[in-house]
T-cell receptor, first 115, second 115 residues
Framework: DQQVKQNSPSLSVQEGRISILNCDYT??????FLWYKKYPAEGPTFLIS?????DKNEDGRFTVFLNKSAKHLSLHIVPSQPGDSAVYFC??????????????FGKGTKLSVIP | DVKVTQSSRYLVKRTGEKVFLECVQD?????MFWYRQDPGLGLRLIYF???????EKGDIPEGYSVSREKKERFSLILESASTNQTSMYLC????FGVGQGYGYTFGSGTRLTVV
């Protein structure tokens, strides 16, 4: 059973417009959420994160919103740029026993920003 | 900056061969992970390790084994490569017991083709 879901496999947005990527989760034990960006033939790189005690975190053009009651988070990119075209993975962190943490990833959303 | 280095960017192996994928990290991280990424399936955890000589199965361990003889090195072994193991393999590391803001640090990936 998928605990972190990204229901849109792909998204196309015009350059300069807002991109909104969505993520839903089912496990209420998740206490930290992250977004990773991945270009082809490269490893994922950390983009932005949010703690479960917050509802918003902003970093430049990137903002992540968390709605804990709905178990939903979203990543907003404003304005979108062609260089933002990549696969975006939503990930959730929970204590996994043995004194450590483990990330659970969604399947990813491929964002295409059209010039 | 933490660096996670995967020994090969591209590999082509024959069916039935034993394949070794090497991963080295330089920041004294306790946790190391092996994922594979396939289109439409996202990142799937194969194996992980919280300490030297320690290993845990992830979601898809069949056909794989791992070795962690030193803290900085985590090897993924395909005992007898098959065509369905053609994939992008990603290694990651993280600190022990801490939900770091960046979660995991990933290597650049190894694109393995089994023919």
């Amino acid at each position: 059973d998928q605990q972190v879901k990204q229901n849109s496999p792909s998204l196309s947005v015009q350059e300069g417009r807002i991109s909104i990527l969505n993520c839903d989760y089912t496990n209420s034990m998740f206490d930290y959420f992250l977004w990773y960006k991945k270009y082809p033939a490269e490893g994922p790189t950390f983009l932005i994160s949010i703690s479960s005690i917050k509802d918003k975190n902003e970093d430049g053009r990137f903002t992540v919103f968390l709605n804990k009651s709905a178990k939903h988070l979203s990543l907003h990119i404003v304005p979108s740029q062609p260089g933002d075209s990549a696969v975006y993975f939503c990930a959730a962190l929970a204590y996994s026993g043995a004194g450590s943490y483990q990330l659970t990833f969604g399947k990813g959303t491929k964002l295409s920003v059209i010039p | 900056d933490v660096k996670v280095t995967q020994s090969s960017r591209y590999l082509v192996k024959r069916t039935g061969e034993k394949v070794f994928l090497e991963c080295v990290q330089d920041m004294d991280h306790e946790n190391m992970f092996w994922y594979r990424q396939d289109p439409g399936l996202g990142l799937r955890l194969i194996y992980f390790s919280y300490d030297v000589k320690m290993k845990e199965k992830g979601d898809i361990p069949e056909g794989y084994s791992v070795s962690r003889e030193k803290k900085e090195r985590f090897s993924l072994i395909l005992e007898s490569a098959s065509t369905n193991q053609t994939s992008m393999y990603l290694c990651a590391s993280s600190l022990f017991g801490v939900g770091q803001g960046y979660g995991y640090t990933f290597g650049s990936g190894t694109r393995l083709t089994v023919v």
